[in-house]
């Protein structure tokens, strides 16, 4: 059966993307499409990638920790594009920071996020009334949410 073509789909060497094996040949359309030999193998391969995508996940780190952490990247992404930072002192605040340029006031909440292993962006969903802008801090990457726009020429 190694040249055979079922459902207008090749299945010479089906091979898991896991672990290598072959993988078992079904009797429908859905099987013949599988990629992985059995659920475990998918699983692991999706950690696989997800760990990839996001080092910092793999260090045991509190949570608290990794919030502060990308709290102070973004102040400093803001600071480099020349606002004024101010970071709230209290962890129970509706946001984490105000930013000054001079004549506007900027709300922002920071979260962290991650990569899921197709790449998109995860992140916890925030009250959009209560911040201007939600900055979403994932491994080196910052992603505003709407856009800041950069003031020093």
Do not use: W
């Amino acid at each position: 059966m190694s040249n055979d073509v079922v459902f207008g789909i090749s299945i010479e060497n089906k091979k898991c993307l896991n672990c290598g094996n072959n993988i078992p040949i079904g009797k429908n359309k859905k099987q013949l499409k599988r990629t992985f030999c059995k659920k475990e193998c998918r699983r692991e391969y999706y950690i696989k990638k997800y760990r990839e995508e996001n080092p910092l996940r793999k260090k045991i780190l509190p949570t608290g920790t990794v919030g502060s952490i990308s709290l102070y990247k973004v102040a400093i992404d803001l600071l480099k594009k020349g606002y004024y930072v101010f970071i709230s002192a209290s962890n129970n605040a509706p946001f984490d920071m105000v930013l000054f340029n001079g004549k506007d006031i900027k709300r922002i909440e920071v979260t962290t996020g991650c990569r899921t292993p197709k790449g998109k962006i995860y992140y916890p969903i925030h009250d959009k009334n209560k911040s201007d802008h939600i900055a979403v801090a994932v491994n080196e990457l910052i992603y505003y949410f709407p856009e800041i726009d950069k003031i020093i020429p």
